[in-house]
């Protein structure tokens, strides 16, 4: 059974306690993984806050640290390969997705690394004649990154990455489903050349998330997660009035008109809920689509769904893999008994496979009778999809925005105009139209309401972790004037 270890100040080391990961395509253990305790987390934090204080990076200039970035860059992309086995490993991702999403990460650290010397201060033209002001933007402090199981070397690329480029430090904490992946990365950040402590990788449960989060040395927490968990995180931090970058959940509508061209929202579809086996926080879960291609949009997507190679993540030709957690299959199981209580109806799937592993197939729910069917409220994170009719375009909006999350949503129309109303329209972070799923280091990413405040990627997330300071010169020779008077 493989062993991995913690990164504190720049060395590896075991924790006082482990806990065995399993695999999630035979249900057995693989690995034995560090269990961070509140003490580790002290650690971790205090060697983050001796590194932002240090000259080895507080005196570092912008461009010397984009360099080192640039490094880590081409590190990841060398090391990509291993990287995908290892997070297809612990988390039952296919490898087919995992080879290229991870080869891919390296570009955010390469977009960082050449922003780390273009966040820019600003002079203002203040109104008073004998002074000079102008504004300097300097790290926000020890940044505490948190990052689920799914797409982790991803969700850690939008932290690490602007977090570093601002001149921050970074105690990071991986989920304990899956951890291997980000345990691994550390070794090769390790081999970058940045100063000890920059960045500090733990793994741990609830007790080392609360240390985390509570800690007085914590300026900003970046958190991808659950609502529930975001909910403790920002209770947390009133311990320390730390500021906060929440990326939570969503139940993104998927719309599509019927002037859509079907074939390609079909593919954009199934690579909306059926990819990763839906263990997406932009999953297209909510299939909004006009009363007239209904019966033929879900009769191809049956097909496909059905068609779609189930088997071993490992294997290059698999399509859907296990679900990351017996929990989540279980949680799968219950919400669907649930809504075909309420009346949603099973198109294709629905049941887990007898087996091995945490499987689940590709799930489709007509819910067109059924509008209080939890399916349509709730999320998976799985891959199972509801759908839901409409007529007109004011009922495709009104549906859309019938949520608590806002974080994704698709659009399918050849209708231009349209195109732009529903752009408008949509409440939610991101309107992808006539595709899905894409991603840039180049764009922001985020949503509203249960999905979030906060945007990762591009330039607004590196300024999310700098403070802005106001500096005051006064340019005249004259004594200063009445000390009673504010000037």
Not at 3 to 10: D, N, S
Request: hydrophobic share 45%.
């Amino acid at each position: 059974m493989q062993t991995f270890q913690q990164y504190i100040g720049g060395a590896f080391e075991d924790a006082g306690e482990t806990f065995e990961s399993l695999d999630p395509a035979t249900g057995k253990p693989w690995a034995q993984m560090p269990a961070a305790s509140a003490a580790d987390v002290d650690r971790a934090v205090r060697a983050a806050e001796a590194a932002f204080f240090s000259s080895e990076w507080a005196g570092m200039t912008a461009t010397q640290r984009g360099k080192l970035l640039m490094r880590l860059a081409d590190l990841v992309a060398e090391n990509a390969p291993r990287l995908a086995e290892l997070e297809t490993r612990d988390t039952g991702k296919i490898i087919r997705e995992t080879s290229a999403q991870i080869a891919y990460v390296a570009e955010y650290y390469r977009y960082y690394a050449g922003l780390a010397d273009k966040i820019e201060g600003a002079h203002l033209p203040i109104d008073k004649q004998d002074m000079e002001v102008w504004l300097r933007r300097e790290p926000v402090g020890v940044v505490a990154a948190i990052v689920p199981w799914n797409s982790q070397l991803f969700l850690s690329a939008v932290k690490i990455g602007p977090a570093l480029a601002a001149g921050c430090t970074v105690v990071l904490k991986v989920s304990e489903e899956g951890p291997a992946p980000m345990l691994e990365f550390a070794r090769i950040f390790d081999q970058a050349g940045f100063p000890p402590g920059v960045l500090n990788v733990i793994t741990g449960g609830p007790e080392a998330g609360a240390a985390l989060t509570s800690h007085a040395s914590v300026a900003h927490v970046a958190f991808t997660g659950g609502p529930e968990t975001a909910r403790h995180i920002v209770r947390n931090s009133a311990e320390n009035l730390a500021s906060t970058s929440l990326e939570l959940g969503g139940k993104s509508p998927f719309i599509v008109f019927d002037d859509a061209d079907l074939e390609s929202a079909v593919n954009a579809q199934v690579s909306g809920i059926f990819a990763a086996t839906g263990q997406s926080c932009v999953a297209g879960s909510r299939l909004v689509i006009q009363k007239g291609i209904k019966e033929a949009f879900l009769a191809r997507l049956k097909e496909k769904a059905e068609a779609a190679v189930t088997g071993a993540p490992q294997d290059m030709a698999t399509e859907v893999g296990p679900l990351c957690t017996l929990k989540q299959r279980d949680h799968a199981v219950r919400l669907i008994k649930a809504s075909v209580q309420a009346g949603a109806k099973v198109i294709t799937g629905g049941a887990a496979p007898d087996g091995k592993g945490f499987y689940f197939p590709p799930t489709v729910l007509d819910c067109s009778d059924a509008p209080e069917a939890p399916c349509l409220s709730t999320e998976f994170f799985g891959p199972v999809l509801s759908v839901v009719a409409f007529e007109t375009e004011a009922q495709a909006l009104e549906i859309a925005n019938s949520t608590a999350f806002g974080l994704a949503s698709g659009v399918f129309t050849q209708n231009l105009t349209r195109a732009h109303r529903m752009i408008r329209g949509i409440r939610a972070g991101i309107v992808w139209v006539n595709t899905y799923r894409a991603v840039s280091p180049i764009a922001p990413f985020g949503g509203h309401g249960l999905s979030g405040h906060g945007r990762e990627g591009g330039l607004q997330a590196a300024l999310d972790y700098t403070k802005v300071k106001a500096v005051w010169l006064r340019t005249s020779d004259d004594p200063i004037p009445d000390p009673f008077v504010m000037r």
